[in-house]
C-alpha cells in the first residue's frame, strides 16, 4: 500500500504503534493475578445478566490479586445514551462492586490504562488499523449496502455460507490504482480484516466455563474501522484487552462463536489471548413451566435497578447471585452465617453452564429472609430509612417520627437460629408489615372461625379488664389462660387434645383472637412483646372494637 493511500486512508495525525505501547507497559502484578473487566455499551439500563457477568469478573480479579475496570463500549454511537454509565457505576456502587480503574460517576476516569471509554481512543485503533493496512493484514472496502445485498443473494441461491469472505470479498484484491481511484473520487470506505484462517480448519478453544470446544476458523473479512472511524467491538476488544493488560475475559455466550476470529485477531497482532469465560444467559421459568432468557421487554428485573428500588437487601441479591454461580454457597452460608458474603470464595471449576442459570423469586426471597433475619433491628431501621427516603418519602417521615418503636419492633424475635424471624424480605415489605403499628388494623369478621363473634366480644372485654402492660411474660399468659377457661376454653392444649368435645376451643384459639385484634393479622411476632410496644392505651382501644 502506497503511503499516498494510507495518508487518504488515515489523514489525521496519528500516534505511532511504538508510542502507544509505551503509554501502556505491562502491568506489575504478583504471578497469578487476574485482570478483568466489565465492558458495557452505554444504552441507558444495566442488565441483570451483565451485572451477574460484571460481579463474576469482580471476583474474579479481587479473589486472585488483580484488577477489576470498568470499560464504556461507546462505539454505536446511535445506541448511546447520555448519562448512561453514570447508571452503570451508581448500580455496581449499590452493591460495593467497585472497579479499581474505569470511567468514575463524576465523569473523571481513573487508573493508568486509559482512556476507558472507546470514543476517546479512537486514534489508538487507528493506528493499528493503519499498521495492518501496511502489512497487508487489512483493506479498505468501498462496497455499497446494494453491493452486499447482491452479494447474499447470490450466496444464498447458490446455498453457501452468507459473509465477505474468499472471492465474495470484492475489494480484497483492489490493485493501488482502483483504491486510488476510489478515494479521490471520494467513495466513502470502511476498513476490513484481511481474514488468514480457513473455515474448514477447526481451532481448539479452552474456554473457563465452558470446556474445550473446537470450532471451524474465521474466514470472514470483517470490518475492524466503521465509516465514522471508529472501531467495532471485535477490533476494539483486541486492541483494548492488550494494552489494558486483560487477563481474563468474562462476556456473554453470545460472543463464543467470535472466539476464532479474535484468536486469529490476537495472533495477526502477535499478542498474548486473554482467557475466556463465557457465561450462559440468566433465564426464568415461564408461565408454561418453559425455560426463556431474561428478557428487557417483558421482565422488570431485567434492569438491575428493579432490585434496588423494590428494597431488595443489597447482600441478599448478591447472595442468591453467587448461589446461581456456585451450587456450594448455601452449604458455605450454613457454616459461616456472619462471614461477609464477599468472602465467599467463589470457585470457577464450579460454575455450572451447561444451560442459563434459572432466576427464581422464590429462591431469591427466602435467601432475602435469611440475610434479614441475620441483621439487626439498629441495621435493617437504616437501610429501610435509606430506601425509603429514596422511594418513599412519606414512609421515610413515618419511620423518622417513630424510630424508637419500630426499632423495637424489628427487634422482636431478632437473631440467628431455628426461631429468628422471618417475615421481612425486603425494605418495601417494612411498612405493610409494621402497618399495625401505625394504626389499628381493619378486622374483617370472616378471621375469627373457628370462634363465633360474641365469643370475641367476650374474651377482648375479659382481657380488657385484666390486660395490664406492665406485666411480665409469664402473667400475661396467665390472664389469656384464665380469660380462656372463664368463657369456656381449654387453658392449655394437653387437656384440649385428651376431651376437644369438652371446649369450645384452646388457649391458643384465645390467643390468636387477640392477635387478629392487635395486628389484623393471624401470624405476627410474638405477641406480648407487640402489646408491650401499644401501649396500654392502645391495646385496651384496640380490645375494644369489637366489645
Ligand atoms: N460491550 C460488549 C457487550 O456489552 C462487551 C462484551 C465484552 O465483555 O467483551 O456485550
Redesign the pocket.
Given at each position: 500500500m502506497t503511503p499516498e493511500i494510507l495518508d487518504l486512508l488515515f489523514p489525521n495525525k496519528l500516534p505511532t504503534i511504538k508510542e502507544i505501547e509505551k503509554r501502556y507497559p505491562a502491568r506489575q502484578l504478583p504471578p497469578g493475578a487476574v485482570v478483568s473487566r466489565l465492558?458495557?455499551?452505554p444504552t441507558g439500563y444495566l442488565h441483570i445478566g451483565?451485572f451477574y457477568q460484571g460481579f463474576m469478573a469482580e471476583r474474579l480479579a479481587h479473589q486472585n490479586q488483580g484488577v477489576f475496570f470498568l470499560r464504556v463500549?461507546d462505539t454505536d454511537q446511535a445506541r448511546k445514551v447520555e448519562g448512561a454509565v453514570e447508571v452503570v457505576l451508581r448500580a455496581l456502587g449499590h452493591y460495593g462492586i467497585m472497579p479499581d480503574e474505569g470511567a468514575q460517576i463524576d465523569g473523571t476516569e481513573c487508573g493508568k490504562y486509559g482512556p476507558y471509554t472507546q470514543s476517546l481512543r479512537k486514534e489508538i485503533y487507528q493506528s493499528y488499523a493503519k499498521e495492518w493496512v501496511k502489512k497487508g493484514l487489512a483493506y479498505p472496502c468501498f462496497c455499497s449496502s446494494e453491493d452486499i445485498d447482491l452479494m447474499r443473494k447470490v450466496q444464498e441461491k447458490q446455498g453457501l455460507r452468507p459473509g465477505y469472505y474468499g472471492r465474495y470479498a470484492k475489494c480484497r484484491d483492489l490493485s493501488d490504482e482502483q483504491i486510488l481511484e476510489n478515494l479521490k473520487a471520494k467513495k466513502p470506505f470502511i476498513i476490513r480484516m484481511r481474514s488468514t484462517g480457513d473455515y474448514n480448519n477447526r481451532i481448539v478453544v479452552e474456554d473457563l466455563l465452558k470446556g474445550k470446544l473446537s470450532m471451524p476458523d474465521n474466514e470472514l473479512d470483517i470490518v475492524i474501522i466503521k465509516k465514522d472511524g471508529l472501531p467495532t467491538?471485535h477490533f476494539a476488544?483486541i486492541v483494548d484487552d492488550h494494552l489494558m493488560g486483560t487477563t481474563n475475559?468474562v462476556?456473554?455466550e453470545e460472543?463464543l462463536s467470535s472466539v476464532p476470529l479474535h484468536l486469529q485477531m490476537f495472533k495477526m497482532m502477535g499478542w498474548q489471548p486473554p482467557k475466556y469465560a463465557h457465561h450462559a444467559l440468566l433465564q426464568k421459568m415461564d408461565d408454561s413451566g418453559k425455560r426463556r432468557k431474561i428478557s428487557k421487554r417483558l421482565d422488570p428485573e431485567a434492569n438491575i435497578e428493579y432490585f434496588a428500588q423494590n428494597g431488595y437487601p443489597q447482600d441478599a441479591v448478591l447472595e442468591y447471585l453467587l448461589n446461581l454461580m456456585n451450587a456450594n454457597f448455601e452449604d458455605w452460608r450454613k457454616q459461616n452465617p456472619t462471614v461477609p458474603v464477599m468472602d465467599f470464595p467463589l470457585n470457577f471449576q464450579k460454575i455450572s453452564n451447561t444451560a442459563g442459570a434459572l432466576f427464581d423469586f422464590v429462591k431469591l426471597h427466602s435467601i432475602c429472609r435469611d440475610v434479614v433475619a441475620r441483621m439487626t433491628a439498629d441495621e435493617v431501621f437504616s437501610e429501610t430509612l435509606n430506601w425509603a427516603k429514596q422511594f418513599k418519602p412519606d414512609f421515610a417521615k413515618k419511620l423518622e417520627k417513630n424510630s424508637d418503636m419500630v426499632k423495637s419492633v424489628l427487634n422482636i424475635e431478632r437473631g440467628i437460629g431455628p426461631k429468628s424471624r422471618k417475615d421481612l424480605s425486603k425494605w418495601a415489605d417494612v411498612e405493610n408489615e409494621l402497618s399495625y403499628y401505625f394504626e389499628a388494623p381493619t378486622i374483617d369478621a370472616a378471621v375469627w372461625a373457628p370462634l363465633i363473634e360474641s365469643d370475641v366480644k367476650k374474651i377482648a372485654s375479659d382481657y380488657a379488664a385484666v390486660y395490664n402492660n406492665d406485666d411480665d411474660k409469664d402473667t400475661w399468659f396467665n390472664k389469656i389462660k384464665q380469660v380462656a377457661s372463664d368463657n369456656g376454653f381449654a387453658a392449655n392444649m394437653k387437656d384440649y387434645k385428651a376431651n376437644p368435645d369438652n371446649y369450645k376451643g384452646s388457649v391458643a384459639d384465645v390467643a390468636k383472637a387477640l392477635r387478629i385484634l392487635m395486628t389484623g393479622r393471624a401470624q405476627s411476632p410474638d405477641l406480648y412483646q407487640i402489646m408491650k410496644i401499644l401501649g396500654q392505651k392502645e391495646v385496651s382501644d384496640r380490645l375494644s372494637v369489637v366489645g
Open positions: 465492558a458495557p455499551s451483565n463500549e467491538y476488544h475475559v462476556r456473554g460472543w
